[in-house]
């Protein structure tokens, strides 16, 4: 699957933004989907996943703060982000890993995540 992400910018700390990452050449129903970041001179973090599910997870650096969500209509994954501080300047990365299925039934996600997006910078100004 292709991914491209959009809606960053430069924000105030205490703002908002929402990420969009449109997927094409597969539908993200069949995807473990997720948002990670990396700031300079950081390691890559996670920040949010979401599973073929639906069932999300956060970092605790960014629960309470940011939601994650999938259009499947739209072929679309979002990350609403709130109260942003500085520290959540970073480039933003979406993520996909096609979801793997149980030979009694059932599905699970993979280790990792194949398809990346070429990302979207994010300043958060204090």
């Known amino acids: 699957v292709q991914l491209v992400e959009s809606g960053g910018g430069s924000v105030q700390s205490g703002g908002s933004l929402r990420l969009s990452c449109a997927a094409s050449?597969?539908?993200?129903?069949?995807?473990?989907m997720a948002w990670f970041r990396q700031a300079p001179g950081k390691e890559r973090e996670r920040a949010a996943t979401?599973?073929?599910?639906?069932?999300?997870n956060y970092a605790d650096s960014v629960k309470g703060r940011f939601t994650i969500s999938r259009d499947n209509t739209k072929n679309t994954l979002y990350l609403q982000m709130n109260s942003l501080k500085p520290d959540d300047t970073a480039t933003y990365y979406c993520?996909?890993?096609?979801?793997?299925?149980?030979?009694?039934?059932?599905?699970?996600?993979?280790?990792?995540?194949?398809?990346w997006g070429q990302g979207t910078q994010v300043t958060v100004s204090s």
């Open positions: 979401i599973d073929s599910d639906g069932s999300t």
């Open positions: 050449g597969d539908t993200v129903s069949r995807y473990c």
């Open positions: 993520a996909a890993g096609l979801r793997r299925r149980y030979v009694l039934g059932g599905y699970y996600c993979p280790p990792g995540y194949d398809d």
